[in-house]
């Protein structure tokens, strides 16, 4: 019973708890539920028992008293730590601050050093100057004595005839000059310079005399075909002295070209050619010097063989003396140059030292051309011949310069632009003009051209063929294509004036005239359409697109750029665009013109009375309706005018037009116009099938495949009663089904029609043409 009051204690004591749940510190029942589940689950149901609550308040004590003396073992070990930290941070901030008066006392120390020495160093800064400039003026006087060195050296090489020797003391000369190119001695660097060209000048001086001497052994120069046939075998020994000379002066050719680059630094010379070459070899320098006063004397002078408007006379006599000497220089001057090992060829080398002549003489009277229009086109026409010969006769190679980098000048270019148009238009007005403008050169030869070009197209396509040929061997993508917008804008100028002589002749489009204009449009865009496909055009194409040239492009778009880039349009899209509407817009008037006379003669053919024709049982008794004779006399008679004015692709055109057109006429005005009895029908397909279409098959196989209109209307209007009777019913029964959902799908109208021979004409075309048949029952 002891146990009761403990109970009852303990449950008074969980009432109040949960009575007032504050007791437990934060107002939550978790504790309250926490020590519930806690009780039950150490005493389960033995929750009454005394002894098992004695036993878990011992527990209860025991863990207490383990968990306050850990918590003050802890208190107790915290406070030595954090002294002994506090310690160890005073230990270094007192290290710190005795590094810090070392710093100090180190630093002042050195500041008295260093002012201690600054006197010392002074001394030394001027002590190194002085050894320094010593050493330069040792090296100056030591560069200078072995100038000196040299110098003496050649004069003794020189009075002892030793050549080699001399020119490799000048070669040392010539590197020690190249040393001293950036040093600012300027007065050691000049006195290097004057010997090297003095010693330079009496060795170059010494070899030319003597080579000059070999070369008039050899009868050099070789100025003509009969000095040259009458030059003697030379002997070994001239031989072998020309080519000891030749390479004792390519080995001067180090300081020569030193000297000379020196020399043109300084002095005024002539504009350079764009594209630099190296200098000209010392034995053909010397070889060219009789050439040089040769052509300075005849055509630099007062002589009358310099004419400015005979510009061929110095550029033949130039391709001549490059013809002449090419053997000798072959025989006798080229081993010399492979046997020195230097890549250079004589015969290139001599055709350089021309070309300088040339174009000096080229630049200077194309200057004074530039107001006389006759000595300026003559002169044009002389260079590009020039140029052409020397390319592809004397194999001078491409990438050294010619004539062209004058004539690409912008002044010079200019006024070539100008007079190209300036002739063009001048020739075209000359071209129309002319009395056989009109006619074809071949009109008498058959099958010689079917294009049938008028004399005036063929004369202006050629005169754009020769400036493509004049200006196609420019190498300045730029420049041509300048010459490409000028030829665009002569077509459409031509263009232009074909439009105007059309509008003349329009009155009666089947004239001669009008005729030759239409094969003129049609000469000229079938030309421009090959050219699209040209090489050279095609090449200027990727020009147009890689230079962005929006002037020759008209201000295309990205789309047409697209389209040149990818090849699939050309540069003569517009140009060709404008020539196709103009030759649809005359064929078209043609064609008017023709169907009205055509419908004039008709009317009596389309008033006939079908309905009163008797019917036949025999075709070959069976003759041409009397009322359509005119029409296919018409019809005959255009189609040979046609044949004979024409081209053949735009007679082609010409004649399936006419076709397409007369038989949607016939059929709207003449068979949807009237009703046909079985003899009308009858001799309506007669009228076609025997008259009207063999008109044709003169230029076809097939010609009843361009009536497709008439040819179908007369099957259906010639088909026996019973056939006819049974399609209407097929027709208007499918009708039916189309209108009604709802009824049997049978097979298409269509496919009946088909097995007839009608494809173009429609079931409802059909019905309508049943229903003009006279004979037919009504269904």
């Known amino acids: 019973m002891a146990t009761v009051p403990a109970v009852e204690s303990f449950r008074h004591s969980v009432r109040d708890m949960d009575q007032d749940p504050d007791c437990f510190g934060d107002g939550s029942g978790t504790q309250l539920d926490y020590g519930l589940g806690f009780l039950e689950q150490e005493f389960g149901s033995e929750l009454m028992s005394l002894e098992a609550v004695s036993e878990l308040l011992e527990k209860m004590k025991t863990e207490t008293a383990l968990v306050e003396e850990q918590v003050l073992s802890v208190c107790s070990s915290v406070p030595p730590k954090i002294s002994a930290s506090l310690s160890a941070a005073e230990e270094v901030r007192c290290s710190l601050e005795d590094v810090l008066q070392r710093e100090q006392s180190v630093s002042s120390q050195l500041q008295q050093h260093l002012q201690g020495t600054r006197q010392l160093m002074d001394d030394l800064g001027q002590t190194f100057n002085h050894v320094d400039s010593m050493e330069k003026s040792m090296k100056y006087l030591k560069c200078l004595h072995y100038i000196g060195e040299l110098s003496a050296s050649v004069q003794q090489f020189l009075m002892t005839n030793g050549v080699w020797e001399a020119i490799k003391a000048v070669e040392s000369m010539a590197a020690l000059d190249s040393g001293l190119n950036q040093s600012g001695c300027s007065h050691l660097v000049e006195f290097l310079r004057k010997t090297l060209c003095f010693w330079h000048n009496i060795i170059k001086e010494q070899l030319s005399s003597d080579f000059e001497n070999a070369l008039t052994q ?43 680059q020196r020399a043109s630094a300084s002095g005024q010379g002539q504009p350079s050619p764009p594209l630099q070459a190296p200098p000209l070899c010392l034995p053909i320098q010397i070889m060219l010097q009789p050439l040089k006063k040769r052509f300075r004397y005849h055509f630099c002078g007062n002589r009358q063989t310099n004419s400015l408007s005979k510009p061929e006379w110095y550029l033949t006599q130039v391709l001549i003396w490059m013809r002449n000497s090419s053997p000798f220089l072959m025989e006798k001057i080229q081993p010399a140059l492979d046997q020195a090992g230097v890549a250079i060829s004589a015969q290139v080398e001599l055709c350089r030292g021309l070309m300088s002549l040339v174009q000096e003489k080229v630049a200077s009277d194309a200057s004074r051309m530039l107001y006389d229009d006759v000595l300026f086109c003559h002169l044009v026409e002389e260079v590009l011949q020039f140029e052409k010969e020397l390319r ?26 100008s007079m190209e148009k300036k002739m063009a238009v001048e020739k075209m007005d000359a071209m129309l003009s002319a009395e056989g403008a009109w006619t074809s050169q071949y009109k008498d030869i058959s099958d010689m051209d079917e294009l049938n070009a008028p004399e005036c197209a063929e004369t202006f396509m050629t005169l754009l063929q020769v400036i493509t040929e004049r200006y196609q061997a420019l190498p300045s993508p730029a420049a041509q294509l300048k010459f490409l917008e000028l030829q665009k804008e002569l077509v459409d100028d031509f263009r232009i004036r074909l439009t105007q002589v059309m509008k003349e002749e329009s009155r009666f489009p089947l004239g001669a005239r009008y005729c030759a204009i239409l094969n003129a449009v049609n000469y000229i865009s079938t030309i421009l359409r090959d050219w699209g496909d040209n090489v050279f055009f095609l090449q200027l194409q990727q020009a147009v697109v890689s230079l962005g040239e929006q002037e020759v492009l008209g201000g295309l778009g990205i789309m047409e750029m697209g389209r040149l880039a990818s090849l699939e349009g050309s540069l003569f899209d517009g140009l060709l665009s404008l020539l196709d509407r103009l030759k649809g817009e005359m064929l078209g008037r043609l064609l008017d013109f023709l169907m009205r006379d055509i419908v004039e003669k008709a009317r009596p053919y389309c008033q006939e009375r079908w309905l009163s024709v008797p019917s036949q049982q025999d075709q070959s008794t069976m003759s041409l309706s009397s009322s359509a004779c005119p029409m296919m006399l ?47 029908a009858a001799q309506l397909q007669f009228d076609m099938s025997r008259n009207l279409f063999p008109l044709f098959g003169h230029h076809c196989r097939r010609p009843e495949n361009f009536f497709k209109h008439v040819k179908e209307a007369c099957i259906i209007l010639c088909l026996s009663v019973g056939s006819a009777v049974l399609l209407k019913s097929v027709l208007k029964q499918s009708d039916q089904d189309n209108k009604d959902w709802e009824g049997p799908k049978d097979s298409p109208p269509e496919s009946t029609l088909n097995e007839l021979g009608v494809y173009c004409l429609s079931p409802c075309d059909v019905l309508i043409l049943l229903n003009l048949r006279a004979s037919l029952p009504e269904i």
């Open 218 to 260: 050899l009868h050099w120069p070789i100025v003509s075909t009969t000095s040259q046939s009458a030059t003697p075998p030379a002997g070994q020994e001239v031989s072998s002295h020309v080519e000891e000379l030749v390479t004792q002066l390519l080995a001067l050719q180090t300081s020569d070209d030193l000297i000379s």
């Open 634 to 680: 018409c019809v005959r008679d255009r189609l040979s005018g046609l044949h004979q004015s024409l081209s053949c692709p735009l007679f082609q055109l010409a004649w399936q037009g006419l076709a397409d057109r007369l038989d949607k006429f016939l059929y709207r005005d003449v068979i949807l116009s009237n009703h046909f009895s079985d003899g009308g």
């Open 392 to 417: 592809s006769n004397y194999s001078y190679p491409a990438v050294l310069p010619g004539l062209f980098h004058i004539l690409l000048e912008d002044a010079v270019l200019q006024k070539w632009l």
